[in-house]
């Protein structure tokens, strides 16, 4: 089983809409939670951290479930620009002390006019 | 700042051919990483280094060699270049200030390479 899993997608979305997707994770001592963003044949970067009471930037909103250990973006207000993967990404503390990404296969979202 | 840089962005091997993919970072970060991304799975890390001199492996670290020579550079070196080791390569680096503080990484733009 995969430590982090993701739906492939993709998803269509139109212009102004708003869309959801979830991210699941299998180990509990996960600490910190991501969300990367990475658009077609480019490099990874940093969207934004989830923190577990859920925060927002801007149009993105993220949620934190620990219980069922879940993380979940949403995108409101949709762009043609926001059109990229997003990664799932979670952090835990090695036995060597240092903060361990987790990368999920990503989430594809095509918005369109 | 030029931030991670990665050379090549592009290669083509033959099996058995070697090579080595050159990360450098101008940010002054302690920590530098190797990963992987082929189709359908997420990054999967190599091998990285906490500091200048050191390194370690990572997840999926068979076929690869690093080097941490100077704290600016990370290379990674592929021996016998197999048809598995197709894939895109990026490098990251990050400066982790303490064992409970995440840093971000922050990524280079890729190398991708194809063995045949």
């Known amino acids: 089983r995969k430590e982090v899993e993701q739906d492939p997608g993709p998803f269509n979305v139109p212009e102004g809409a708003t869309v959801a997707f979830n991210c699941t994770y299998s180990?509990?001592?996960?600490?910190?939670f991501f969300w990367y963003r990475q658009d077609c044949r480019k490099e990874p970067k940093l969207l934004m951290s989830?923190?577990?009471s859920g925060n927002e930037d801007g149009r993105f909103t993220a949620q934190l479930n620990r219980a069922s250990q879940y993380i979940s973006l949403l995108i409101r207000d949709s762009k043609l620009s926001d059109s990229a993967t997003y990664l799932c990404?979670?952090?835990?503390?090695?036995?060597?002390?240092?903060?361990?990404?987790?990368f999920g296969a990503g989430t594809q979202v095509v918005v369109t006019p | 700042n030029a931030g991670v840089t990665q050379t090549p962005k592009f290669r083509v091997l033959k099996t058995g051919q070697s090579m080595t993919l050159l990360c450098a970072q101008d940010m002054n970060h302690e920590y530098m990483y190797w990963y992987r991304q082929d189709p359908g799975m997420g990054l999967r890390l190599i091998h990285y280094s906490v500091g200048e001199g050191t390194t370690a492996k990572g997840e999926v670290p068979d076929g690869y060699n690093v080097s941490r020579l100077k704290k600016q550079n990370f290379l990674l070196g592929l021996e016998s270049a197999a048809p598995s080791q197709t894939s895109v390569y990026f490098c990251a680096s990050s400066y982790e200030r303490g064992r409970t503080t995440y840093n971000e990484q922050f990524f280079g733009p890729g190398t991708r390479l194809t063995v045949l």
């Open positions: 989830v923190y577990s």
């Open positions: 180990n509990s001592a996960s600490q910190s």
């Open positions: 990404v979670v952090s835990r503390m090695t036995t060597d002390s240092w903060g361990k990404l987790q």
